[in-house]
Every structure is written in C-alpha cells, then in structure tokens.
C-alpha cells in the first residue's frame, strides 16, 4: 500500500517529473493502447502482468515495452511484472485522464449535437461545460443541459469555467477563423472534427479525429472474410 | 515498372496469399500507421524509406518494422529501402482500401446526419449507398442525396446495392436488435459509433469507434504544456 501511495500521479510528478518534449508521440500513443489492454485484462480477472505478456498483447517485443515505461520512470517489479490497477493508475495519471477536465464544444449543429449526447467524454474525464454556435438561430436554445452561447463573450466565458480544452465541430469553411478566436482566448488543446489542417501556435495541440484506422480495419476483415473458400 | 506490377493487389493476392487470422491483430492496426507515415512522408517529397526511418517515425524498432512486413510478403530493395508509392499500393490493397466499398447507414438520426456529411468514408474508398431508420417521421425523407428507408426490406436492398458492410449509428438502446437484423441480413463488417458492445457471429468483424486514444492524447499535451515553469 506504501509503495503504491507512493507511485500516485500527484507523488509522481513531483519525484519524475515529465519529461516534456523528451517523451516520443509514439510511446504516448502506446500509453493510449497499453492503457485500454490492461484495463481488459483487469475486467478478465488479472492482477499482475510482465513486458511479455503486455508485448505480446500488442505485437511489439518485451524491451519495447520496458523501454516505453522507462521515459516515465520504473514501475516494475522483479520476479512479478507490473501490478496491474497500479499501472492503470500511473498510466492515466501521466495522460491527465485521473482528473476531470471542462472543456467546451464549438459548433452546435448536426454533428455538435451528437457529440453534446456522447458518453465517452465524460468516462475519459471530459466534461462538456459550454457551448458555442455562430448561428444566431441556435444561440439561446438549450441542448443536454447547456445553453448555447455566440462567441462573442469567447475569452470572459472560458476563464470564468477554467476552460482551456475544445471541441471544434463546425464547418471546414470556418475551421480555422474560429481556431484563431479560441487559441487568442486561452484555449490550448483541441479536438478537431473538421476535416481540415489547422495553423495553431506551437504551444496548442490538436488531435485530429480521423476515422480511417478503424475503417481500414474493417475492410481488413471484410476482405479476409470474402476471400475465404 | 515491371516489379510494380508485379506486385499490385491482384498478383499479390495470388502469390501470397493474405495468411488468414495468422496475422496478429496489432500487426493489422499498425499497417494503418505505416501508411499514414508513407503518405505524409509522400507529401514532404520523400521517394523512398528504410526500415530504421519507419520505425523511428513510429517509435518501434527497424527489426520489427520488417518483421510486420513479412507478414504479407517481401517489399524492401537491399540497399535502397521501400519504394514508399509502391509500399503504399501495397497496404491499401492488403488492407483492401484500394477499391470501393458500397457502405449502408443505419441510423439517420443527429449522428447519422452528421456522418452523411462526413468526406472522410470517401477518401477511405467507403460509399454511403443505402440509409436506413426506423422512425417513420424519418423514412422516405431524403438526405445527402440518399431517400431514407424503413428495415422492412432490408436484405434485399443490401442485396441490390451488394452491401456488406453498415456503418451503425442507432440509440445504444436499439443497437443490438439491429446488428441482429443486418448479420442476418447479409452484413459482415459493422463500424460502430453506439456506446455499447455488441454480439455477433464470428465470422461478422465490429470496428468500435472510442475517442479515447485522441482525448488522452490531448490531455496528455495539456498537462504537459500546464506544468511547464
């Protein structure tokens, strides 16, 4: 129980700190991937698992593996592996998914609404806290709780929630004139549903969503499944 | 030009034949990686690529990165590398994204809508041929060009248009009985944006669509750039 108090996001960051850029994007990738395979592996009853076992899950090798915890410090331990729901718990702490985080959606219109009534959000620690539209026909109406907003009041609106995460779901066309006036208002990271490149300053992210890995995979099975005998 | 066409998705097909389920999965899902790398490494004006670039775009090691290849065959010049618009027909037609697949839409509700409207199945070789909903308020309406229709008539409009694969995006209360329905209808790959795990035969492959891996990867960047003195 002492170690694992010890291994908590909070004691973490202060004794391994984050090696900012340092971290390959490839090995956080893997973070992502590592964390949903143990978080399986826990639902079908396991508690500890070696590089090996988590290697061989996701078809890299065991040195990989230890090479990819090593960027965040030493977790292991010999002659037992990585003790699962502690790795859980240093892995979300390192991706900051151990909190919840406010964030607000801008653009209300067929696809906003959907993602207004997604669930995943909130089980990732997203909160959807505001909502922005420029059509001044939606502005006023109330959505899953939330009253949309114009972006008028943009920067006064997100300090007074602490908000510094988006959801961009409006049209190509406006993307990027709408980017500028989150980034200008404090905004640092991004979830952009248009399908579009973004100019951002270096010290804001964007994560695209791009559905092509899972369609690829599907017509994968599509393809092996018509091609057998 | 020879060697190219010899090995184009139909030869190849031929000569070695894709191994059936001996390819491990995660070896399929970082094809997808590996051709996203290739394209953008296509757009900066490279021609050709190692296996010790490949892999240090993705994190792994060069051993493995030809280790994956040689799962399906063998694409690399000794001395030279790939060439990257050959590796790149390559994966497509293994991943079988080389061709067009007609693609129904269950579900023409917010999401559905949104999804109509959606150029990225386009650019993956997937078409909205067929919409369907169950809302009688629904059917018969037209949406991006496509007159929404009722389930009643469901195998033989899947059989019409040659449809195997569904994209899903019904209320999660619904969603079971309908996979239901289009497995038995003929369907054998589901891309599948309700929040809710689903049965199926195994010979019928589900794609989950989770933003997780995007959410994390955002937080991640978030805390980093919060933590910065």
Redesign the interface.
């Known amino acids: 129980l002492f170690r694992f108090a010890r291994l908590r996001p909070l004691s973490r960051?202060k004794q391994n700190?984050?090696p900012?850029?340092t971290v390959?994007?490839?090995?956080?990738?893997?973070?992502?991937?590592y964390?949903?395979e143990l978080q399986r592996f826990v639902r079908g009853g396991g508690t500890t698992i070696n590089s090996s076992q988590l290697g061989e899950?996701?078809?890299?090798?065991a040195a990989?593996v230890r090479k990819d915890f090593a960027c965040f410090g030493q977790f292991g331990y010999p002659g037992i592996g990585y003790r699962c729901e502690e790795l859980i718990a240093v892995i979300r702490g390192?991706?900051?998914?151990d909190r919840i985080?406010p964030v607000a959606l801008v653009g209300c219109?067929?696809?906003g609404?959907?993602l207004l009534?997604?669930?995943?959000?909130g089980?990732?620690?997203?909160s959807v806290v505001l909502a922005f539209d420029s059509n001044p026909t939606m502005v006023g109406r109330t959505i899953g709780g939330l009253t949309i907003r114009d972006l008028s009041n943009l920067a006064d609106d997100l300090a007074e929630y602490s908000v510094?995460?988006a959801i961009l779901a409006v049209p190509a066309s406006a993307a990027q004139q709408v980017v500028t006036q989150l980034v200008d208002a404090g905004i640092?990271?991004?979830?952009n549903f248009a399908?579009v490149t973004l100019s951002v300053p270096d010290?804001v992210?964007v994560?695209?969503?791009?559905?092509?890995?899972?369609?690829?995979?599907?017509?994968?099975?599509?393809?092996?499944?018509?091609?057998?005998p």
Do not use: H
């Not at 899950?57 to 090798?61: E, K, M, P, S, V």
């Not at 695209?208 to 091609?227: P, R």
């Open positions: 960051r700190p984050i900012g850029d390959p994007k490839a090995v956080v990738s893997r973070l992502s991937l964390l949903r899950i996701l078809g890299i090798t990989q390192i991706l900051g998914t985080w219109g067929n696809l609404q959907a009534g997604y669930r995943g959000f089980r990732q620690g997203f510094r995460m640092t990271g991004i979830l399908p010290m992210t994560a695209e969503v791009d559905l092509a890995i899972e369609l690829e995979q599907l017509s994968f099975a599509v393809v092996k499944q018509l091609e057998k």
